[in-house]
């Protein structure tokens, strides 16, 4: 695997950006980290994290305002891309090619050159414009992945909860960090047992 890009925005959900840093860079692979300043400012009300952490878990970091950075073109050899969380905002920039800062440049780059892209698009409820530019991204190629809870593995804690949600999108680059108990492999037992708890 030559690396994915992952694009923070200013959706509330930052951790789960944090997180996929971090599962990407425990398991080896390449990360190329953009962070928008609407991200930053959720980052620090949303998380104990700062920025200058976040940049040092990534194998490199980018100017969001530099759009001549590698990750524009697509000469730059990625596997893909995933904007974890991704705002309104930023999906419709990348809907409608509106490339006027590096994230959105990136995605539109990673569709061009026909690599996955992941968009865990983080709004609730949805209104008939938000459900168009999700349809005209998924027609594009893209993946939308909302940051959806599930509870068939019994989380325990919210670190549960968000360790899914990445391994979900983990799982759509045939990557598997191990973060979350899949379905079948729940027994009786553990059920039991986490029920008791």
Same mark, same amino acid.
């Given at each position: 695997?030559?690396?994915?890009?992952?694009?923070?925005?200013?959706?509330?959900?930052?951790?789960?950006?944090?997180?996929?840093?971090?599962?990407?860079?425990?398991?080896?692979?390449?990360?190329?980290?953009?962070? &928008?300043?609407?991200?930053?400012?959720? %980052?620090? *009300?949303? #998380?104990?994290? $700062?920025?200058?952490?976040?940049?040092? +878990?990534?194998?490199?970091?980018?100017?969001?305002?530099?759009?001549?950075?590698?990750?524009?073109?697509?000469?730059?050899?990625?596997?893909?891309?995933?904007?974890?969380?991704?705002?309104?905002?930023?999906?419709?920039?990348?809907?409608?090619?509106?490339?006027?800062?590096?994230?959105?440049?990136?995605?539109?780059?990673?569709?061009?050159?026909?690599?996955?892209?992941?968009?865990?698009?983080?709004? &609730?409820?949805?209104?008939?414009?938000? %459900?168009? *530019?999700? #349809?005209?991204? $998924?027609?594009?190629?893209?993946?939308? +992945?909302?940051?959806?809870?599930?509870?068939?593995?019994?989380?325990?804690?919210?670190?549960?909860?968000?360790?899914?949600?990445?391994?979900?999108?983990?799982?759509?680059?045939?990557?598997?960090?191990?973060?979350?108990?899949?379905?079948?492999?729940?027994?009786?037992?553990?059920?039991?047992?986490?029920?008791?708890?």
């Amino acid at each position: 695997m030559s690396g994915i890009i992952i694009g923070i925005t200013g959706a509330t959900g930052v951790i789960y950006g944090v997180r996929a840093v971090e599962a990407l860079s425990a398991m080896g692979v390449e990360t190329h980290l953009v962070v &928008t300043s609407s991200a930053a400012r959720n %980052l620090a *009300l949303e #998380t104990d994290y $700062t920025v200058d952490q976040l940049k040092s +878990m990534a194998s490199a970091f980018y100017d969001v305002n530099d759009v001549g950075e590698a990750i524009a073109s697509g000469s730059f050899k990625v596997d893909g891309m995933v904007v974890m969380p991704c705002s309104i905002k930023t999906l419709s920039g990348i809907a409608n090619s509106f490339n006027y800062n590096l994230l959105i440049r990136a995605a539109d780059v990673t569709l061009k050159e026909r690599r996955r892209l992941v968009l865990a698009v983080r709004e &609730t409820p949805l209104h008939e414009g938000h %459900l168009e *530019l999700m #349809t005209k991204v $998924t027609r594009m190629g893209a993946v939308i +992945m909302p940051p959806v809870p599930a509870f068939y593995h019994m989380p325990r804690t919210i670190d549960d909860l968000i360790d899914q949600t990445v391994g979900k999108m983990l799982d759509l680059f045939s990557l598997d960090g191990h973060l979350f108990r899949r379905w079948g492999s729940v027994d009786d037992a553990m059920v039991a047992e986490a029920r008791a708890k």
